[in-house]
């Protein structure tokens, strides 16, 4: 027993520099079927506050055509309501072209909303 453990020190100091690999792998498996499940996928890629120019849009349709994340992102960046469907991102969003910010609707606005 002895030898062995003389022995296994070695491997052990071998596996620690090989733990960090191992260990990981173990954690990244488990983080793969929590993966699965699908809530990473919305955290893929977070979308960020991006400003949008309005005056470049003529229809709720054209807005739509951007997509959700990049609505969801103009929204935020205007830093009011960002959920709900494309459809109602869009009509949110172009319903706010040419107003001032003082001047838009109490029920758009997020908790964060600074005039």
């Known amino acids: 027993n002895k030898s062995t453990s003389g022995e296994a020190k070695p491997v052990q100091t071998a596996n620690k520099s090989q733990e960090p690999v191992a260990e990981p792998t173990a954690q990244s498996e488990t983080a793969a079927t929590a993966t699965a499940s699908g809530p990473s996928e919305v955290r893929k ?4 506050p991006e400003p949008l120019d309005l005056d470049q849009y003529t229809s709720v349709q054209e807005l739509e055509a951007l997509g959700l994340d990049r609505l969801k992102s103009a929204l ?4 009011v309501k960002c959920g709900g469907t494309l459809q109602q991102r869009a009509e949110r969003l172009f319903s706010l072209k040419g107003l001032d910010r003082k ?4 029920k758009v606005r997020a908790k964060e ?3």
């Not at 935020?76 to 830093?79: F, V």
């Open 45 to 48: 890629e977070p979308v960020k």
């Open 113 to 115: 909303f600074v005039e």
């Open 103 to 106: 001047d838009y609707p109490q």
């Open 76 to 79: 935020m960046a205007l830093q």
